[in-house]
């Protein structure tokens, strides 16, 4: 880990990514997904009470951004994590809040 101060262009990047973490439904969908592999749209529109056009509105910012992508099987649309240092710094936030 380096010590010197982030570069402007570091800083803004982190910034955003901390951004998209910040909206408590993307925070749900991250808990979701820390927990398993892949979970379909239709399960997390199911599990979070909302409809399918909030869910994928919140997939598409968070797709755009890298936190997840997703994968078409027919009719049917998957998620997972793109990279596992999110749940990593979801899990680390809740040791946090809890602490």
């Known amino acids: ?8 262009q570091t800083a803004c990047e982190l910034a955003e990514l901390f951004d998209s973490l910040s909206d ?6 991250i808990s979701l997904l820390s927990e398993e592999d892949e979970v ?4 997390l529109v199911a599990k ?11 997939l598409r910012g ?3 951004r890298r936190i997840i992508r997703t994968r078409k099987q027919g009719r049917n649309v ?5 990279d596992r240092h999110v ?11 809890q602490h």
């Open 1 to 8: 880990m380096t010590t010197s101060m982030l570069s402007i």
């Open 62 to 64: 968070m797709r755009d």
């Open 87 to 97: 749940a990593e710094l979801f899990l680390r936030g809740l040791e946090h809040i």
């Open 40 to 43: 379909g749209v239709s399960e």
């Open 78 to 82: 998957f998620v997972c994590l793109d």
């Open 24 to 29: 408590p439904t993307r925070l749900q969908i």
């Open 48 to 58: 979070l009470n909302l409809s399918k056009s909030a869910i994928s509105h919140q």
